[in-house]
T-cell receptor
Framework: AQKITQTQPGMFVQEKEAVTLDCTYD???????LFWYKQPSSGEMIFLIYQGSYDQQNATEGRYSLNFQKARKSANLVISASQLGDSAMYFC?????????????FGSGTKLNVKP | EAQVTQNPRYLITVTGKKLTVTCSQNMNHEYMSWYRQDPGLGLRQIYYSMNVEVTDKGDVPEGYKVSRKEKRNFPLILESPSPNQTSLYFC??????????????FGEGSRLTVL
């Protein structure tokens, strides 16, 4: 089974609007971390936000927030007030904390295009 | 400046010609790992290392070797490259290796083409 599933290969959003990128995960480990990375067309991987499985509140970092629904095993990234510079590939990732903490699992990514 | 440095950034080679992609980090991280990125598949882990002389296979280790003789360096070795190893490769490091915390810091990527 896929550890990380991103079901949106591509998305469009109008500049200044909010957008949600979906991510579901699969683990039986009670301790895990969820990460989102941005990959612009230049290719580098940029860390955006982290959510721990025991965190009570949803993580936020500036315009990025993570909608963490533990029972549904989802960790959607919300970008508020989209900017043209947000056009990029976005990857959801998970690191398990107890059994396989040396492994990072990545989804297949969502390509976001922000329209002016 | 804290960084992960990979070399070369771009390489075109031929089938069977051994090559090494170097990776070095200056953050004193214990954990280092290699990934390949292919369209539609995201990033897949090739090998990882918890510390010097401690390495283990990720999800797609076939055709690759690694070594960790120094904490800062983690080279990826392709002994006999084949066209199916044409890909974008990333080296990454992380401070935490116990528990789920510790995001990965990535190098800039190495685009490899095997003819």
């Amino acid at each position: 089974a896929q550890k990380i599933t991103q079901t949106q290969p591509g998305m469009f959003v109008q500049e200044k609007e909010a957008v949600t990128l979906d991510c579901t995960y699969d683990t039986s480990d009670p301790s895990y971390g969820l990460f989102w990375y941005k990959q612009p067309s230049s290719g580098e991987m940029i860390f955006l936000i982290y959510q721990g499985s025991y965190d009570q509140q949803n993580a936020t970092e500036g315009r990025y927030s993570l909608n963490f629904q533990k029972a549904r095993k989802s960790a959607n990234l919300v970008i508020s007030a989209s900017q043209l510079g947000d056009s990029a590939m976005y990857f959801c990732a998970m690191r398990e904390g107890r059994y396989n903490f040396n492994k990072f699992y990545f989804g297949s990514g969502t390509k976001l295009n922000v329209k002016p | 400046e804290a960084q992960v440095t990979q070399n070369p950034r771009y390489l075109i080679t031929v089938t069977g010609k051994k090559l090494t992609v170097t990776c070095s980090q200056n953050m004193n991280h214990e954990y280092m790992s290699w990934y390949r990125q292919d369209p539609g598949l995201g990033l897949r882990q090739i090998y990882y290392s918890m510390n010097v002389e401690v390495t283990d296979k990720g999800d797609v280790p076939e055709g690759y070797k690694v070594s960790r003789k120094e904490k800062r360096n983690f080279p990826l070795i392709l002994e006999s490259p084949s066209p199916n190893q044409t890909s974008l490769y990333f080296c990454a490091s992380s401070l935490g290796w116990t528990g789920p915390t510790g995001e990965l810091f990535f190098g800039e990527g190495s685009r490899l083409t095997v003819l």
